[in-house]
C-alpha cells in the first residue's frame, strides 16, 4: 500500500506540474502562454528561503518548544538513549514504563499514546509495521500501535541534546588541527595521478574524511571562541581583576592562535592551490568499489570531502573567494577588534566610574538574594532595593481641592497621586531641603474685600437711584437691580398673573417694586444699555411704608393701547 502510494503521489506531481503547460500549449500554439507560465513560477520562486519540504523538517523542532518538552524530551530519550534502541519499536504502555522507570515521570497511558501520535505528525517517531501478538482485547488495545525513530528525530534529538549539555564558558581554539590539516593536505599532494590506481580506495577516502574532520574541528571551535569572546567584551561591569583575566586571554591566547594562523595559512593555501587539479580524480578513487544504495536508487552520503562540492568551503577559508576575503584572514581582522575592545574597557576603568556601567554583577547577586531568602524577608528585600512599598502610597491625595474623588471611582479611571520624585525615583522617604514658606495671599484678600465694598457702594447707590426714579431714564446699575426685583416679583408669584393681579418684591433697604397685570398698557424702561418695554404691565417702586395701591413714587411712564 505504501509503495502504491507513493507511485500514485509520484503520478499525481508529474500530472499536475505538466498540465497546465498541456493546456496552454493548446490555448496558443504560438508558445508565449509555456514562456509566461515559466516566468510566472520563476517569479513565486524568487527570494524563497525555504522551501515546503524545509518548512515540514522543521516541523520536527516544534516539540521541544511545547509546554510539555520536558514529558516530549523524556520520550524522545527512550528512543535514543542506546545504540539499541534505533532499531527497536516501542508501545505506549512500554514507553509509559520506561517514564517512570528512568525518569521518574508519571503518566496516563491515554496522555503518552497522545504523545506519542504527536510525535508522528512531527516527523519524529513513525508508527512500527511489526505485528504484535495479544491474548485479549485489553491487550490488544494497549499495544496495537507501536512506535520507532525517524532519522530526522533522531538527528533533531541529538541537536536539542547538544545544546541542553552546552555551557556558556570559554572553549579553545582547537589550533593544533592546523599542522593536521597542514599533513593531511601534503600527503594527498603526494599521490600521483599516475600511480592513484594503486592506492586502496578504502585508504585514501581515510586521508580526505580525516583531513576533513580536522578541518570542521578547527572551524566549528573557532566559531565558538569568538562568540563567547563577543559575549565578554559587551560587558560594562569587569572588575580589575576580570579585566586582568581576559587581558590574558586575548594578549596571550588569541595572539598564539592568529600567529598559528598566519603561520599556517600561507603553506596550506600553497598545498590547496596545487591540489584543485587532482580532486575530482581522487574524489572518484575514494568513492569506488562497493558503496550502500539508498531506496531510490542514489548513493548514501558520506564523509565530508568524499564529495567535490565539500572542498570549496576548505579553499574559501584559507584562499577566499574573487570578492571575499578568506576567512582566515577575517580571523585576524577580528583578533584587532577585539584588542580594541579591550583597549574601551580599560579605559573605562580607568576613568574611576566616569561614563556608562552595567549593574549586571548587582543584579545577579540581588537575585541570589531573592532565592535564598524566606517570604518575610523577601518582602523586606523588594521594598529597601525598589522603594516600593505597599499600599502606604495612598496617603497622597490624589484629588483636587474642592473636587473630592467619590469613593466608587476606579482606580483605573481616577486622578493620579502626586508622588515626590525622591521617593518615586529613589524609595527615600526624608524630605529634602528646608520647608518653604507658606504663600502670602493679603495683598489678593485686601484687593478682593476692596471689590466687594465698591460692589456694594454701586449697589446701594443704585437702590437709592431707584427710590427716586419718576419714570426716567435710569442708569446701568439701577437698570440692573430693578430687573433683578422684577424676577423676584414674578418668582413670587408663581406663575402667570391674572387680569388685574399684582405681586411685589422688597430690597433690603426697604425698597419695594410692584408688577400689575393691566391688559392694554405698556411700561417702558430706559438705560444706556437699551430700552425694555413690558407688555400688558403695570410697574411702580413704592417706599417700605407705602401701600400697594398709592404710588409714591411720581408717575411712571406708561402707554395705551398702540
Not at 408688577?515 to 418695554?533: D, K, N, W, Y
Request: charged share 30%.
Amino acid at each position: 500500500m505504501a509503495a502504491l502510494a507513493a507511485c500514485a503521489g509520484a503520478d499525481l506531481s508529474v500530472s499536475v506540474g505538466t498540465l497546465p503547460v498541456m493546456v496552454l500549449e493548446a490555448a496558443r500554439p504560438d508558445g508565449d502562454a509555456v514562456s509566461r507560465a515559466e516566468e510566472t513560477a520563476r517569479a513565486e520562486t524568487a527570494g524563497r528561503v525555504l522551501s515546503h519540504a524545509d518548512k515540514l523538517r522543521l516541523e520536527s523542532l516544534k516539540y521541544a518548544t511545547r509546554p510539555e518538552a520536558e514529558t516530549y524530551v523524556a520520550i524522545m530519550r527512550t528512543f535514543t538513549g542506546g545504540i539499541s534502541g534505533l532499531l527497536s519499536d516501542q508501545s505506549a504502555a512500554e514507553v509509559r514504563q520506561r517514564l517512570i522507570a528512568e525518569h521518574g515521570i508519571e503518566l496516563d497511558l491515554d496522555t503518552v499514546d497522545i504523545r506519542l501520535s504527536t510525535l508522528v505528525e512531527l516527523g519524529n517517531l513513525a508508527r512500527s509495521p511489526r505485528e504484535s501478538e495479544a491474548r485479549s482485547i485489553k491487550e490488544y488495545l494497549q499495544h496495537r500501535a507501536r512506535y520507532q525513530l525517524t532519522q530526522r528525530g533522531e538527528a533533531v534529538h541529538r541537536m536539542v541534546e547538544d545544546l541542553l549539555q552546552r555551557t556558556e564558558a570559554a572553549q579553545e581554539v582547537s589550533s593544533e588541527m592546523l599542522g593536521g590539516i597542514l599533513a593531511g593536505l601534503r600527503e594527498l599532494g603526494r599521490i600521483d595521478p599516475a600511480t592513484l590506481v594503486d592506492v586502496a580506495p578504502d585508504d585514501l577516502a581515510r586521508r580526505i574524511a580525516t583531513m576533513f574532520a580536522q578541518f570542521e574541528r578547527l572551524v566549528d571551535s573557532t566559531r565558538d571562541f569568538y562568540t563567547y569572546l563577543s559575549e565578554v567584551l559587551r560587558r560594562f561591569d569587569l572588575n580589575p581583576d576580570e579585566f586582568k583575566a581576559y587581558k590574558n586571554l586575548l594578549i596571550d591566547y588569541l595572539h598564539r592562535f592568529v600567529e598559528e594562523v598566519g603561520l599556517h595559512m600561507p603553506q596550506i593555501g600553497d598545498e590547496i592551490r596545487s591540489l584543485q587539479p587532482k580532486v575530482a580524480a581522487m574524489v572518484d578513487r575514494a568513492n569506488a568499489g562497493q558503496r550502500l544504495v539508498g531506496l531510490d536508487g542514489t548513493r548514501a552520503r558520506r564523509d565530508r570531502g568524499l564529495d567535490v562540492a565539500d572542498w570549496p568551503s576548505l579553499a574559501a577559508w584559507f584562499l577566499g573567494e574573487p570578492g571575499r576575503e578568506a576567512d582566515a584572514v577575517q580571523v585576524r581582522g577580528l583578533a584587532t577588534q577585539a584588542m580594541n575592545a579591550l583597549l574601551s574597557n580599560l579605559r573605562r576603568i580607568v576613568a574611576d566610574g566616569a561614563g556608562e556601567r552595567s549593574r549586571h554583577r548587582e543584579l545577579i547577586t540581588l537575585a541570589r538574594w531573592f532565592a535564598e531568602a524566606d517570604d518575610a524577608t523577601a518582602h523586606a528585600l523588594w521594598a529597601a532595593a525598589f522603594g516600593l512599598y505597599p499600599a502606604r502610597h495612598l496617603s497622597f491625595r490624589a484629588d483636587r481641592e474642592g473636587v473630592p474623588v467619590p469613593p466608587t471611582t476606579s482606580w483605573w479611571r481616577g486622578p493620579a497621586a502626586d508622588v515626590p520624585v525622591t521617593l518615586r525615583n529613589h524609595g527615600d522617604r526624608a524630605v529634602r531641603g528646608r520647608v518653604a514658606k507658606p504663600p502670602d495671599y493679603s495683598v489678593a484678600k485686601r484687593r478682593r474685600l476692596e471689590e466687594r465694598a465698591a460692589s456694594e457702594r454701586r449697589r446701594l447707590a443704585a437702590l437709592a437711584e431707584l427710590a427716586r426714579w419718576d419714570g426716567g431714564r435710569l442708569s446701568d446699575d439701577a437698570r440692573g437691580a430693578l430687573l433683578g426685583l422684577y424676577g423676584n416679583a414674578l418668582l413670587a408669584a408663581g406663575g402667570p398673573l391674572a387680569d388685574g393681579g399684582e405681586t411685589s418684591a422688597r430690597a433690603e433697604n426697604g425698597l419695594r417694586v410692584v408688577v400689575r397685570r393691566a391688559p392694554g398698557r405698556h411700561t417702558v424702561i430706559s438705560s444706556p444699555q437699551g430700552t425694555l418695554e413690558l407688555v400688558d404691565l403695570d410697574l411702580w417702586v413704592e417706599a417700605a411704608d407705602a401701600d400697594v395701591g398709592e404710588d409714591t413714587s411720581g408717575e411712571i411712564r406708561a402707554e395705551g393701547d398702540r
